[in-house]
């Protein structure tokens, strides 16, 4: 079990353009979450995939983003058009459906900067 | 609208000391109350979660208690250690229909133990 991993871990990109990361989940867990977290801030939700549905994408999660899971498996979150406020760290957790489910575990995170 | 209040400013103290940091919350009622740690440039890790039909939870030299009357958890660090330095999250779980188990995070208190 390697944990969760994303890529890339750092990222900067200008205003306007499109950027896009990627999550690897522990293997075998079907619950996949992506997290937004600005500085002196805790983690804040912004979707929820169970196996491949998206099942709950929270009101931050404006028309610009864009999650996917094809197959169940590794997640893609999608920025169009960037902007400034977009700057955060975005931060992929798994959990299982076993006993566990409750335990998310958390990749490393991807830092983005919009210059 | 709902809060998750942490201890806004960072806990000094010194190794060996037993550290405590609070969470409160207003306008929910979690079923699952969870911590996590935080290193910087980290991903949160999962330390502890507590029922809320528990009253303390223990794991080594953690504990964790929870009063759904106050609205109020209790996260303490018994025989603390330079190494525990870090931002602790307090982390609630509400059951809702299709989020699956995501997190509604607090900011976090900084801990600083010194030697």
């Known amino acids: 079990d390697t944990g969760v991993s994303q890529n890339p871990r750092h990222k900067i990109t200008k205003r306007g353009q499109n950027v896009t990361f990627r999550c690897d989940p522990i293997?075998?867990?079907?619950?996949l979450y992506w997290y937004r977290q600005t500085l002196g801030q805790g983690p804040e939700f912004l979707t929820y995939f169970q196996n491949e549905a998206q099942l709950e994408k929270s009101r931050l999660l404006s028309d610009r983003f864009s999650a996917e899971r094809p197959k169940g498996s590794f997640s893609t979150l999608e920025i169009q058009r960037t902007e400034q406020g977009d700057s955060a760290m975005y931060l992929c957790a798994s959990s299982s459906k076993g006993g566990t489910k409750w335990e998310q575990y958390f990749g490393p995170g991807t830092r983005l900067t919009v210059t | 609208s709902q809060k998750i209040e942490q201890n806004s400013e960072a806990l000094n103290i010194q190794e060996g000391k037993t550290a405590t940091l609070t969470c409160n919350y207003t306008n929910y009622s979690p079923a699952y109350l969870q911590w996590y740690r935080q290193d910087p440039g980290r991903g949160p890790v999962f330390l502890l979660l507590?029922?809320?039909?528990?009253k303390e939870k223990r794991k080594e030299r953690l504990k964790v208690t929870f009063d759904t009357t106050l609205k109020q958890s209790l996260f303490h660090i018994t025989a603390s250690q330079p190494a525990d330095s870090a931002t602790y999250l307090c982390a609630l779980v509400g059951l809702k229909r299709n989020s699956g188990y995501a997190l509604n995070f607090g900011k976090g208190t900084s801990l600083l133990v010194t030697p």
């Open positions: 507590i029922r809320e039909n528990e």
């Open positions: 293997s075998e867990h079907n619950r």
